[in-house]
């Protein structure tokens, strides 16, 4: 019994390093177009995370190009990798719910306002643009209108280019509402 215990430890130890070199992996390919493989790994293999670094990142990509998150892309030299649609929206998600991504939790007076109508044929990024703002605080207010006091609307906007959501996702800041709808919000942000 305790064998299966310590034997299940590891197997659940190898699972969390693996999603741990699967995040790392995203948050880096996030940060430019596309990456070499090399320097992929040596940016990860520097941080010592696990005895063998290399078969845990060559696992971690193999998942994430299943998953459909990173394609592959070689040139005469090198093996590239880089983020698709699908890959981005999650790499997003991943800094919203990062520690290091703080939100100010004092209001500057600013409501941010996103609309966004995507046909029922790309339901999924519908679904996935849906979580997104609900982690990062807004309110879905009608159908497809969403709501929120958080300076977010910088993170979207980056979104919204990254997927060529131009007339899909529409963001809008504005500092003056009607007093009905203020004391709603209000009451719906504790503000």
Known sequence: MYVDIIFGY?????????????????KILAEKPAISIPELSGRIQTQKDTKR???AITRSLKGLKEAGLIENMSSGQNDYARLTKSGRIKANSIKLESESSLVSNTWDGKWRIILLDLPESRKAERESLRYLLKKAGFVCLKNSAWISPYPFEHLF???KKDLGLTTELMIMTTNSLDAETEKVLFEMFGK
Request: net charge positive; glycine share 0%.
């Open 157 to 159: 906007s980056n979104i």
């Open 53 to 55: 670094p290399s078969y």
């Open 10 to 26: 590891d197997k659940m130890s190898n699972i969390m390093k693996k999603q741990d070199f699967s995040k790392k992996i995203l």
